[in-house]
């Protein structure tokens, strides 16, 4: 166990729609990291967020939007979904600013759209 | 998004055989980090490399960042069986690059006990 929780754990939902990932980073650490993972495109690096402000940007659409919380948990958000949305989505968490603390995965959140 | 070239795709290898794997990419990055994931999970980090040059060991495990700041290689000496799993390499470019990660495509391990 990370000590990263992620919720829900598995979504399945329509084209079109619009959903929420939550992410609770480990005690202490200040930021948080997403990722889209798929079978075709592997791991990508969406944004990161380092307590309450954004840091670093990926390949991250306009579709998507993120933002990380006072309390420090982040929730990523995913509209107009298209059936290529469909993939593992994780959150990280860690200590500091630099990409090259250790970054604690969390369990994270199958998308489906159908 | 930018990949970087990650070989081998898979290795199938016997236990206490030495494992080698690189990654190369077409830009220069300020940080080379090689992950672990197994099924079901997130990636874990397994090695983080500052330096062009450096060489870095966690365990069996040995990591270096190239000399020209576009490669890094990660070794894996008498592997055992629970070394299975898909291994990422990850770069990190500087701020011109908004501080972005990109990933390999990884490789895939099976260790035949």
């Known amino acids: 166990d990370s000590g990263v929780t992620q919720t829900p754990k598995h979504l399945i939902t329509a084209t079109g729609q619009r959903v929420t990932l939550r992410c609770s980073p480990r005690?202490?650490?200040?930021?948080v990291y997403w990722y889209q993972q798929s079978l075709d495109q592997g791991l990508q690096f969406l944004i990161q967020?380092?307590?309450?402000?954004?840091?670093a940007k990926g390949n991250i659409l306009e579709r998507f939007s993120a933002q990380q919380f006072p309390d420090l948990h982040s929730e990523l958000n995913l509209s107009s979904l298209e059936l290529g949305d469909s993939a593992l989505y994780f959150c990280?968490?860690?200590?500091?600013?630099?990409?090259?603390?250790?970054?604690?995965f969390g369990p994270g959140t199958r998308l489906t759209v159908l | 998004g930018q990949q970087l070239n990650q070989s081998p795709q898979s290795m199938f290898i016997q236990e206490g055989e030495d494992v080698s794997m690189n990654c190369t990419s077409s830009?220069?990055?300020?940080?080379w980090l090689w992950y672990k994931q197994e099924p079901g999970e997130g990636p874990v980090l397994l090695i983080a490399?500052?330096?062009?040059?450096e060489l870095t060991s966690n365990g069996r495990l040995t990591a270096q960042f190239g000399i020209t700041r576009k490669d890094s290689f990660l070794n894996i000496s008498a592997s055992i069986p629970s070394d299975v799993g898909i291994y990422f390499c990850?770069?990190?470019?500087?701020?011109?690059?908004?501080?972005?990660?990109?990933f390999g495509t990884g490789t895939s391990l099976t260790v035949i006990p």
């Open positions: 990280a968490s860690s200590v500091g600013i630099v990409g090259t603390d250790t970054q604690y």
């Open positions: 005690s202490g650490d200040l930021s």
């Open positions: 967020y380092y307590n309450g402000e954004e840091r």
């Open positions: 830009s220069i990055f300020n940080t």
């Open positions: 490399l500052y330096k062009a040059g």
């Open positions: 990850a770069g990190q470019g500087g701020p011109n690059t908004g501080n972005q990660f990109y």
